[in-house]
């Protein structure tokens, strides 16, 4: 028992020597500081690695992808700062950490319009794979698997990284180390969050609760509203409006109550009006009549705006290394792609009632955000992809082995008798129509389902088409 007592009694003296060293001046609060800030200079592993290479690979590439990189840079930045905030300040508010975390939410949409603005860049797909991933960064507002996020956002940037691969797998390797570069960035974001984000961002349990370093109006807005001022304040009922006293008031009020006491008498005071002295009866006393002063009624109509005036870019059809643009070609019903290689590819974007023609073998075809568009082709080794489009028709005169039809309304697609066993891939789609030829070369007109059901079999999801019951 007495060894028992002495351990119990020690163990009490080192717990207090504990507690004075956490408070406000000891050194146990610095050493739990520095033990939170561990993260931030993990992420900076990140910054001086994998980024760092991107950003020189990027610069070496030069043109709108090294202009991309810089606003990558800046965002990096910016999520940095947010770190060390976290790492020293308890967590704020929803209402102050939506302000907090504005900054990286605006350069996130900064990094995304630049790609809207420059499609018509020959690294466009360069500047698709940053668009598309970038969304990661928001994972210091996810919770509670902000991982599993990025690695989302990351499988976005693959679909555009696999095409610059494609691309530049022959002709220059500085594209392919970018690609690995990049990509490289996620993955290891992924594991820095698994390490010291499980399940959200981590903040600091002690000092001071996070603030916003500066009340900023956003670019292009308006400072708040002053604050509504005091209430007005209550009538005085006791008097009358007309200045009289309380008395004199309560005698109108009296004999107002005492003529209405009077029942069916109470219209023998009033005057007979002749229809001469009616203005709906009598034009000339409109024009005589007097305007009556008072609030206006309240209505609802909005000031006229000007329309925004529509850009109109010139049509392009042209040849850029291995891809024939054609771009912003409006009514054209002539437009024919002749001298091809099996190399080359084809990006059509924003045609309307348009028609194209390819002759000869190519690599691949794109249509993208065209409208009433006709494509008539003879042999595609690779794929046709239909993205974003509207009521267009697509005529294959020889082989196709893939046809890829993603987020369209309306699609036609003629098949030749070399071309049956090609294989249709769909989604997020409606009108999809494939018509199938006959030995007579008549067309039998085949729709593509667009409803599914799925049934779980015990093992596995069992998905199968169904007809809508007309």
């Keep these: 028992m007495a060894e028992l007592a002495g351990l119990v009694q020690r163990l009490e003296v080192a717990v207090g ?40 690979l990027s610069q070496e590439i030069g043109g709108d992808v090294q202009k991309h990189a810089d606003m990558m840079k800046q965002a990096f930045s910016i999520q940095k700062q947010l770190l060390q905030t976290a790492s020293s300040s308890q967590k704020p508010s929803d209402a102050l950490l939506t302000t907090i975390m504005q900054p990286m939410s605006k350069m996130i949409q900064q990094v995304q319009s630049f790609r809207v603005q420059n499609r018509t860049s020959p690294l466009f797909n360069h500047l698709s794979a940053v668009s598309e991933s970038v969304p990661a960064l928001g994972w210091v507002a996810m919770a509670p698997k902000p991982g599993p996020f990025v690695k ?19 002709k220059d390797k500085v594209h392919m180390h970018w690609v690995n570069a990049y990509l490289s960035i996620w993955t290891e974001l992924q594991n820095y969050i698994k390490q010291h984000h499980t399940t959200g961002l981590t903040w600091s349990k002690s000092g001071p609760v996070a603030s916003a370093s500066a009340p ?26 007309g200045g009289e006293g309380g008395d004199g008031g309560a005698d109108t009020r009296n004999a107002l109550f005492a003529s209405l006491n009077k029942g069916g008498d109470v219209t023998t005071g009033l005057k007979h009006v002749s229809d001469d002295q009616k203005t709906h009866k009598n034009p000339t006393l409109r024009g005589n009549a007097p305007v009556r002063a008072g609030p206006k009624p309240f209505t609802s109509a909005k000031p006229a705006m000007a329309p925004t005036p529509t850009r109109t870019l010139p049509p392009v059809l042209e040849l850029d290394g291995k891809k024939w ?71 294959v005169m020889g082989k196709i082995p893939t046809i890829s039809i993603n987020k369209t309304d309306g699609c036609h697609v003629y098949l030749s008798q070399d071309s049956l066993a090609c294989e249709i891939v769909s989604a997020k789609s409606s009108e999809m129509n494939i018509l199938v030829p006959n030995k007579e070369g008549e067309f039998t007109e085949l729709p593509v389902p667009e409803q599914f059901k799925t049934v779980w079999d015990g093992k596995k999801l069992v998905t199968t088409s169904t007809e809508i019951a007309g």
Excluded at 152 to 170: G, H, P, S
């Design 17 to 56: 020597r504990l507690e004075s060293m956490s408070g406000p001046g000891g050194s146990g609060g610095a050493s739990a500081g520095g033990a939170v800030s561990a993260y931030v200079e993990a992420f900076d592993v990140i910054a001086s690695g994998s980024l760092a290479q991107y950003l020189s």
């Design 152 to 170: 989302e956002m990351q499988d976005a940037a693959i679909f555009y990284t696999n095409r610059v691969l494609k691309d530049y797998k022959e």
């Design 216 to 241: 900023r109006a956003p670019a292009g807005g308006y400072a708040p509203p002053p604050p509504p001022g005091p209430p007005p304040p209550p009538m005085d009922c006791s008097s009358s409006g």
């Design 325 to 395: 643009k054609v771009e912003n070609q409006e009514g054209v019903q002539d437009l024919v792609i002749s001298d091809t290689e099996l190399k080359q590819v084809v990006y059509a974007y924003k045609c309307n009632k348009s028609t194209l023609q390819i002759k000869g073998k190519i690599n691949s075809i794109t249509l993208d955000n065209c409208k009433k568009l006709g494509l008539v082709f003879d042999d595609v080794v690779g794929i046709v992809e239909i993205i974003n489009c509207k009521d267009v028709k697509v005529q």
